[in-house]
């Protein structure tokens, strides 16, 4: 029987949001920094490298428009660890010429920084980290694009309940991130009359988990939920296979690019997807900009997520100048708080924590080595 992995998340269309340049001079030589922290080198450096191409693109765009403007990009690898991303937030805040952060991709990597951006008044806008503890810290310079695990998870329960997939287990590893969207998916599954078996967790990095799946087992469930991200999740399913546990495997946004299916191989056919936005098309104008500037690389889950964040920052950059050219970081917060940005697709408008009202989720299956939509859910 084939498995059923399920990955849940938002794809995002960008459009053009508007900025204007107010009294800036040509003959400014002030020269500023945009940002960007996300997981550069590891296991997971793909998502975070996909993430710095969404900024670059954005950060071009801007630069062909606006030339008597000089913003600089400044990369930052926080190593998808607590410690790094404290230690790299605290280099980024601590510089009066950054004007803000597109960060982080982890929520274990994005709670513990947003505190040091917070103390500096720098805005921080994440386009992946979905742990709804970030925004529920009352932080004013704090803003998500994505949505968050308590919007995420349900749907992957209410997926699974519709076709009568009923009794699953649980895992997750320990990260902020996986703990927080396994969590909800097991609140909403409960609530909606389904069993969850057992729950149990593996450790980020790890390589060798037939022990604990061959325990699962045991529980004959008809699914299996992870929540954590492709690394771990790409060599769940595949020794899932040689254990004889053919179920499907459910998981969040961190499953959703092609190096899942890479590193899977043929075990991740029939598995399923969900991630946050709507799907990208050869037809969208996102994935034609993109592709434009990066031929050989795939888009990730976050790249215009990140594009999007970084358009945000820059617009808010240029309305937040004074007559002398000079930035305020408090004026920017406010400006973001408070404007409606337009993308191609929806619109992006924040609420009063910080969390992005306009959500999409798509629903993808593994059909012959490639991801394949199977719902859109607004």
């Known amino acids: 029987m084939k498995k059923i992995l399920v990955v849940f998340g938002i794809l995002f269309t960008v459009g053009v949001f508007g900025v204007f340049i107010s009294g800036c001079s040509s003959e400014s030589s002030k020269v500023y920094k945009l940002a960007l922290a996300a997981p550069l080198t590891g296991d997971i450096a793909p998502l975070g490298q996909g993430m710095k191409r969404g900024v670059i693109l954005a950060y071009t765009e801007f630069t062909n428009t606006y030339t008597n403007v000089k913003v600089e ?81 349900p749907i992957a329960a209410r997926f699974l309940i519709k076709r009568n997939i009923t009794r699953v287990f649980v895992l997750d590893d320990k990260t902020e991130y996986g703990q927080g969207l396994a969590d909800e998916f097991s609140k909403e599954f409960k609530k909606l009359g389904g069993t969850i078996l057992g729950r149990d967790s593996i450790r980020v990095g790890d390589k060798d988990f037939k022990a604990i799946l061959t325990k699962i087992k045991s529980f004959n469930p008809q699914a299996v939920f992870f929540g954590g991200v492709y690394s771990e999740g790409a060599l769940l399913t595949k020794q899932a296979d040689e254990v004889g546990l053919n179920v499907p495997f459910v998981g969040g946004d961190g499953l959703k690019t092609d190096k899942y299916v890479e590193l899977a191989g043929t075990t991740c056919e029939g598995d399923i997807v969900t991630f946050i936005g709507a799907p990208i098309t050869e037809n969208d104008e996102f994935y034609k900009k993109y592709k434009k500037m990066f031929p050989n690389d795939s888009i990730e889950p976050f790249d215009l997520f990140s594009y999007e964040a970084a358009r945000i920052l820059l617009s808010a950059f240029t309305n937040s100048l004074d007559e002398n050219g000079d930035f305020s970081r408090e004026k920017a917060i406010d400006y973001i708080a408070k404007t409606e940005f337009q993308g191609i697709s929806s619109k992006i408008k924040f609420d009063e924590k910080g969390d992005n009202l306009n959500t999409i989720f798509t629903i993808y299956t593994v059909s012959n080595g490639k991801f394949v939509v199977v719902d859109v859910v607004k």
């Open 73 to 153: 990009l400044a990369f930052f690898d926080d190593r998808a660890t607590e410690s790094e991303a404290v230690n790299v937030a605290e280099k980024i805040a601590s510089d009066p010429r950054v004007i803000g952060v597109v960060g982080h991709l982890n929520s274990g990597c994005s709670i513990p920084a947003s505190s040091v951006y917070n103390r500096r008044n720098l805005p921080m806008i994440t386009p992946a980290s979905t742990n709804p503890k970030l925004t529920l810290q009352g932080f004013k310079n704090v803003f998500r694009i994505c949505p968050t695990d308590a919007q995420q998870g």
